[in-house]
């Protein structure tokens, strides 16, 4: 098996799907593996060419995150190695690159935390003064970090089509809609669902930015995602704080009123910028130097914020 995996090959499990990175197979009626391969997606579309090793940062970091922040809500995690739920010659596919977690019923939004008006919320700031419908200071700048963390939720997209930010509202009808079983199971509403939501995510949000803050990393914003147990209780699933999730940024380097580089993969969008490309799938051929610094600077990033050299 070579470092770079675009797609795993496991047949002793059921593949239930493939997202823009990760790929889900089933293990029981309680729980899901997911594998996360070296698939890098930008503008939403799917790269042809995978980042070497990239699936085995996110797993590292991800982790970190889940360990780090689990005092704040409870998450996906089983702790069971992944080694064992495959075959015997599959292991070396789900080797540092998976996890072992509870099947949830999602949330049908992303919860989006801002700490810093930038990206399709600077867009947004510019057209209406507000994002989600939550009003902004007036005067304030590219970069310009935020009063205080905001909840700005957006839909998720399929591959191809683009995220959209909403605001609360039509996020909690969404969530009423998509949930509205297990919410008359459970007796919760999709209200309640959304407040907890929007406090869990500001929380994490919070504590990650104080720690990378302290790492010399400012964290601009970051999406996570939640989902629900059969009794509706919230847990943080998916990923967590890794650069394809989230905008860091070095904080040396941060200047108001400029786009800050960044750790994540604003590189390999800013590269695609340079090129004759419509933003639609199929997306272009990477040249490997693109693909290396791609790879630096997710490694740089989780070594920086867990404090440990990155082994593949």
Known sequence: MTEALFESTIASLPLLGRGKVRDIYAIDADKLLIVASDRISAFDVVMPDPVPGKGQVLTRLAGFWFARLAGIIANQLTGIDPETVVAADERDQVRGRALVVKRLRPLPIEAVVRGYLIGSGWKDYQASGSICGIPLPAGLRLASRLPQPIFTPATKAAIGDHDENVSFERAQADCAIALADLLAATGKSAGEIMRQARDAAIALYSTAAAHAAACGILIADTKFEFGLDAAGTLHLIDEALTPDSSRFWPADAYHEGSNPPSYDKQYLRDYLETLDWNKQAPGPQL?????????????????RLTGEKFVA
Do not use: D, G, N
């Open 287 to 303: 040249p490997p130097t693109v693909l290396a610094r791609t790879r630096a600077k997710y490694v740089e990033a989780c070594e």
